[in-house]
C-alpha cells in the first residue's frame, strides 16, 4: 500500500512540474512583457544580495595582489639599487675618459670632424639582381641628397648613393660586387677592406696575413680614405679560414624599409679636383743643333813589331 501511495506522489509531483512547465511556456509566449518584469524585478532582488556575498572575496584578492606587488617591488627596488651603483661607477668612468679626451685632443691639436646632415628616407624599390645590390629611396637632390652620402639604417651601415635625381636616388649596398669599405676588425683594430660580391655574406682582403679574425669580431669602419666615417657599425665576422673571412652585415635588404642618408661634411678628392691644379708652362722649343765638323782622322797606332823590338 505504501509502494502504491509513493509511486502515486511521484506521478502527482511529476505533473505539477509538467503542468507548471507548460504554464511558464503558454505565459511567455502570451505576454513577453510579464516576464521581461518578472525577469528583472528578480535581478533586482538578487543583485545587492550577490554584491554583498562578493566583496569579501574582492577584498581578499585585492589584499593578495598587493601583498604579491609589495614583495615584487622590494626585489625590483633591490635590482635597482644594484644598477644604479653600477651606473654610478660608469658615470664616474666615462667623466674621467672624457677628460683625458679633451686633454688629449688640445695636446695633439685635433681637428675636429665636420658636422653630419642627416636626412630619412623611405625604401621605394629594390633594384638588386644577380648582378648588383641597389635600393631606390624616396629622396633625391631636392632634398640634399648627393651622390657620395651615407646611407645607414637603425642596425649599421647599408651602402652609398651612387646617383640621385630629383626625387628619387640609388644606393649602392655594401654586398655590391663593386662595393669597397675600409674597415677594422675586432678589438686588435687590424685594417682591412671589406669587398662586396653580390652575396648576403661580403669578404675581407687586404687584411694582414699576421693579423687573424675570429668569428664574432665585430666589423666597422676606419675613416680611412674620407669616404665613410670611422665607426659605423657594418657586420660580424661569420667564418674564417685561410683563405676566406665572410661578414655577415648587420642589416637585412629585404626588410628595409626606412633608412638615413649622413652627409658627414667630408669629401674624398675627385677627378676634377685633381685636374684643377692649372698646367705648368710649356718648355720652349729647342734650338736646333749646327752641323757636326767633320773630326779630324786618329793618327794610325804604330806597328806591333816596333813594339816588339823595343823590349
Request: hydrophobic letters at 50%; proline letters at 7%; zero cysteines.
Amino acid at each position: 500500500m505504501n509502494d502504491v501511495l509513493k509511486t502515486l506522489g511521484d506521478w502527482l509531483l511529476y505533473a505539477a512540474l509538467f503542468l507548471a512547465a507548460a504554464a511558464a511556456m503558454l505565459l511567455g509566449k502570451a505576454d513577453t512583457v510579464i516576464v521581461e518584469r518578472l525577469r528583472a524585478h528578480t535581478a533586482a532582488i538578487v543583485a545587492p544580495v550577490l554584491d554583498t556575498l562578493s566583496r569579501p572575496f574582492d577584498t581578499a584578492a585585492d589584499g593578495a595582489d598587493r601583498l604579491h606587488d609589495f614583495f615584487a617591488l622590494a626585489d625590483q627596488n633591490a635590482q635597482l639599487r644594484h644598477e644604479r651603483e653600477q651606473l654610478v661607477q660608469w658615470q664616474a668612468v666615462a667623466e674621467r675618459l672624457a677628460e683625458e679626451n679633451a686633454v688629449l685632443r688640445r695636446l695633439l691639436n685635433v681637428v675636429p670632424e665636420p658636422g653630419a646632415r642627416y636626412l630619412a628616407a623611405r625604401v621605394i624599390a629594390d633594384t638588386g639582381g644577380v648582378f648588383a645590390r641597389s635600393l631606390i629611396l624616396n629622396a633625391g637632390t631636392a632634398g640634399g641628397v648627393q651622390p657620395g652620402h651615407i646611407v645607414v639604417s637603425s642596425e649599421g651601415l647599408v651602402g652609398r648613393i651612387a646617383g640621385a635625381a630629383t626625387g628619387v636616388s640609388r644606393v649602392v649596398l655594401v654586398t655590391d660586387l663593386n662595393s669597397r669599405v675600409p674597415v677594422t676588425v675586432g678589438n686588435t683594430r687590424v685594417r682591412a677592406i671589406l669587398a662586396g660580391n653580390n652575396t648576403d655574406r661580403p669578404a675581407l682582403i687586404h687584411l694582414d696575413t699576421d693579423a687573424a679574425a675570429a668569428v664574432g669580431d665585430r666589423v666597422v669602419t676606419s675613416g680611412v680614405t674620407g669616404a665613410f666615417p670611422p665607426g659605423l657599425p657594418v657586420g660580424v665576422v661569420v667564418a674564417a679560414d685561410d683563405h676566406h673571412i665572410a661578414v655577415a652585415p648587420f642589416f637585412e635588404s629585404s626588410r628595409l624599409e626606412f633608412v638615413r642618408v649622413i652627409d658627414h661634411g667630408m669629401r674624398v678628392p675627385s677627378a676634377a679636383m685633381m685636374t684643377a691644379v692649372p698646367p705648368l708652362p710649356a718648355l720652349p722649343a729647342a734650338v736646333p743643333a749646327a752641323p757636326a765638323e767633320a773630326a779630324e782622322p786618329a793618327p794610325a797606332a804604330a806597328p806591333a813589331t816596333e813594339s816588339a823590338a823595343g823590349q
